[in-house]
């Protein structure tokens, strides 16, 4: 074994058990424990963790991917986006403020109407290539991801 390769008596995930009946659960139980530690001891302190997480945070709201696909085709003011996605104008705004308090959007005043649009075009990228990955079928035949309840 390489000598770039932790210590297995100091590993924390050493005598780990499945957690879960699910197949992925039993797949990691079975990995060596220098591989484990080996993905832990290179993302521990890796930069950007904690700004990658709350990026993610401000992601996690179906409305917001929503507002952020369309500011990508163009940019748009509230009354287009609340005409675009059938919510009401206060909870627009209110994703809206989200995603401006983030730096995701910029709004730029003309008179007494604002208009919003995208900052960065990566982050749209991560969302379509999101969406890309929950609609592809898994090797079972599946999309990935939880199923959606609702149409």
Same mark, same amino acid.
């Given at each position: 074994m390489g000598a770039d390769l932790p210590d297995v008596a100091k590993c924390p995930a050493a005598g780990r058990r499945a957690h879960g009946n699910d197949s992925r659960s039993r797949y990691i139980a079975?990995?060596?424990?220098?591989n484990i530690c080996g993905v832990l001891a290179r993302v521990h302190g890796q930069p950007g963790l904690h700004a990658a997480a709350e990026l993610f945070k401000v992601l996690g709201h /179906? !409305?917001? $991917?929503?507002?952020l696909l369309l500011l990508?085709? &163009?940019?748009?003011?509230?009354?287009? $986006?609340?005409?675009?996605?059938?919510?009401t104008q206060p909870l627009v705004s %209110?994703?809206?403020?989200? $995603?401006? %308090? !983030?730096?995701?959007?910029?709004?730029?005043?003309h008179g007494r109407e604002v208009?919003?649009?995208?900052?960065? /075009? #990566?982050?749209? #990228?991560?969302?379509?290539?999101? $969406?890309?990955?929950?609609? &592809?079928?898994?090797? %079972?035949?599946?999309? #990935?991801?939880? %199923? &959606?309840d609702h149409p």
């Open positions: 079975t990995l060596p424990c220098r /179906e !409305s917001r $991917l929503t507002l990508a085709t &163009e940019p748009r003011t509230v009354g287009a $986006l609340v005409a675009a996605t059938g919510s %209110q994703h809206l403020r989200t $995603l401006r %308090q !983030s730096g995701l959007v910029t709004a730029t005043r208009t919003y649009r995208v900052t960065d /075009e #990566h982050v749209t #990228h991560v969302v379509t290539d999101a $969406l890309a990955h929950v609609t &592809e079928p898994t090797p %079972q035949g599946r999309p #990935h991801g939880p %199923q &959606e």
